[in-house]
């Protein structure tokens, strides 16, 4: 069963496009995030929901907005997109915040 | 602000020993932890340690957490090819609003 999914797992888009990455989570937790993973592994937080609410907001373009429709899901939508947003997405959530969190296997983003 | 560190890469042979170390900036720290990600895979908690703590083992992997020094180290003994990951330190901020991570350190295993 899985506990973290994120769609789609691989993201190819031209500069300029908008998309989104979905993210959905069954083990009840409360809390989300979003994650980006540069190409030299560093990860950088970008947002946090807690029931709904945002929480955290790193310093992110707002290009990235995040909506949470409900508790189990966390979407990512970039407007305008940039080659400098290629990475590696992860989403992840926790019952606590911020206690273990469990990850979902990422989306590789490439912007041509 | 808070910060954590770490090499970026170790090598070991196989059945060695492996210690990555960490070290971090927040003195008031509560939580740090050791995460695991396998290519292509997403990040997967190894262990934890509570600040109040020196030592934690659990089979082949123990955590020591200097406090005085903010270093914190993870041991694998008996390494093996499956051991070969990027290992990431991360700590909960004294807001407890969430997790830092470092840079992670690239294990590599020779035979």
């Known amino acids: 069963d899985t506990a973290v999914s994120q769609t789609p797992k691989y993201l190819v888009t031209q500069m300029g496009n908008d998309k989104s990455i979905k993210c959905e989570q069954n083990?009840?937790?409360?809390?989300m995030y979003w994650y980006k993973q540069d190409s030299k592994k560093f990860l950088k937080i970008m947002f946090s929901?807690?029931?709904?609410?945002?929480?955290i907001n790193e310093t992110v373009p707002n290009r990235f907005s995040p909506k949470s429709p409900d508790k189990a899901h966390l979407n990512l939508h970039i407007n305008s997109l940039e080659l400098g947003d290629s990475a590696v997405y992860f989403c992840?959530?926790?019952?606590?915040?911020?206690?273990?969190?469990?990850f979902g296997p990422g989306t590789r983003l490439t912007v041509l | 602000g808070e910060d954590v560190e770490q090499s970026l890469f170790l090598s070991v042979r196989e059945g060695d020993s492996s210690v990555i170390n960490c070290t971090y900036t927040d003195s008031s720290s509560t939580y740090l932890y050791w995460y695991k990600q396998e290519p292509g895979a997403g990040l997967q908690l190894l262990t934890y340690i509570f600040s109040n703590m020196d030592m934690k083992q659990d089979q082949r992997l123990t955590v020591l957490l200097n406090k005085k020094d903010k270093h914190l180290s993870l041991r694998i003994a008996d390494t093996q090819t499956g051991d070969s990951a990027i290992y990431f330190c991360a700590e909960k901020d004294s807001s407890a609003s969430k997790i830092i991570f470092g840079s992670g350190t690239r294990l590599s295993i020779r035979p």
């Open positions: 083990l009840g937790h409360d809390t």
């Open positions: 992840a959530s926790s019952q606590e915040r911020p206690a273990r969190q469990y």
């Open positions: 929901y807690n029931n709904k609410e945002l929480i």
